[in-house]
């Protein structure tokens, strides 16, 4: 049985087929997905999908896209949702250069802010982080303590940073892209990473695995993930499966 440990089941691409999708998860080797907020309508609609389902658990934060529209009752709400019983971390949360939908001193404080609320809360966090791998890093060193752990989500950055961040006590995440032929960093990524360290996950329902590029994502095709990583390693698919699921039900505290 696989875990999808970072999926959006709440975009509107599931509006015609979630359910039937989400009760086949089990009959098709996905035991449990993780649904992770963006904003706080879909920090939202990712609780209400964990209440409904039995096989979802739900993670509450605002995307760096979605800083700008962040104030301090924003806190308080993303607070009282992460108390909910099947919410587990809060993200995603972190820094995203490379579009800067929100300014960058911005997406820096609101980073932090939440960082401080999931260590008030005892919570691990889920990262994004894209072209700011050093002021990501940065930032979670800065605020490194005993409470402070989390992963970082469909990984994208060097091998040598991901030790770093390992040391710091997270997590590293891979995704669709360690399937593209291309894809040189996430490859290496994942033959190096220690396997207690390593989660897997698809983003749903973007960042499409080969061979269904393309198409939209979904947690089923997480196999195709965990299928990489163990041919990149010479490891077998079940022992891989097993692995990742474990270490994604400790980060998560899921039973």
């Known amino acids: 049985m696989l875990i999808d440990s970072h999926a959006h089941l709440d975009d509107p691409k599931f509006n015609k087929d979630r359910d039937r999708l989400i009760k086949s998860l089990k009959q098709n080797d996905i035991s449990l997905v993780i649904n992770v907020g963006a904003d706080v309508s879909s920090s939202i609609k990712s609780v209400k999908l964990a209440d409904e389902y039995e096989n979802i658990y739900a993670a509450v934060g605002v ?3 979605s800083a700008k529209e962040m104030d301090d009752s924003t806190i308080d709400v993303l607070k009282a949702f992460a108390k909910r019983d099947k919410v587990v971390a809060i993200g995603e949360i972190g820094l995203d250069f490379h579009y800067d939908n929100s ?7 609101w980073f932090i802010e939440q960082i401080k609320l999931a260590k008030e809360l005892n919570m691990p966090i889920i990262v994004h982080s894209r072209d700011a791998d050093q002021e990501t890093f940065d930032i979670l060193k800065e605020e ?19 030790k770093d961040y390992i040391d710091l ?3 590293i995440s891979l995704a669709g892209p360690v399937t593209f032929k291309n894809a040189r960093k996430p490859k ?14 698809t983003d749903s329902p973007y960042l499409t695995p080969e061979p269904h590029r393309g198409k939209r994502n979904e947690p089923l095709y997480v196999r195709h993930v965990a299928s990489m990583i163990a041919e990149l390693r010479g490891m077998d698919f079940e022992d891989v499966g097993r692995i990742t699921s474990e270490n994604t039900k400790r980060l998560f505290n899921i039973d």
């Open 188 to 201: 290496e990524v994942a033959k190096v990473v220690p396997m207690d360290k390593l989660l897997i996950e």
């Open 144 to 162: 490194a303590d005993e409470r402070l752990r989390g992963v970082l989500h469909c990984y994208s950055g060097s091998a040598e940073m991901a």
């Open 103 to 109: 300014p960058r001193d911005i997406q820096r404080k």
């Open 63 to 65: 995307h760096p896209h």
């Open 169 to 171: 006590g997270f997590y």
